[in-house]
């Protein structure tokens, strides 16, 4: 199943923490080594975070996986976990690291622990413009467009 993973950190060696979270997700890939496909790293302003919060580095992953989409959730905040981001902390405050699960595959998941597709990919462009990059053709369950269309369409209401 092509499951995609955004990826985000403003505390800490930013750059340093994204990369390893990127080598432990390459520990649930079950395809190609080419399925694997990582954006580029991207610098953001903080949305909706505490006034004077740091700059994001944000990145976006896809891999593919035979492991069920709430485990794969519990593997993400593991790594979280292990990046030194609390369990319990403000909301939108400043962290080490940031895991969400895009989407798993074509699936429509909605529980009180996990909602997939994310129901803020197209709101964000901190998540489509490094979606777009490694693929821009998605269409996720409930969208009209590609994620292509929906960053330019986002991108032209912002000019």
Known sequence: MAVGIALGSNLGEREAIL???IQALQ????GELTAFL????YRTTPVDCPPESPLFLNAVIQLETSIAPLDVLDFLQSIEREAGRPCSRQHHAPRTL???LLYYNSMTILTPRLQVPH???????FVLQPLV???PHLILPGWQKTAE???NLKT???E
């Open 149 to 151: 269309q929906y960053l």
């Open 156 to 158: 032209y209401l912002y």
């Open 38 to 41: 990582t954006s580029s790293f």
């Open 133 to 135: 990059e490694i693929n």
């Open 98 to 100: 940031d895991l969400d």
């Open 119 to 125: 129901p803020r990919i197209r709101e964000r462009l």
């Open 19 to 21: 990369t390893r979270s």
């Open 27 to 30: 520990k649930i890939h079950h």
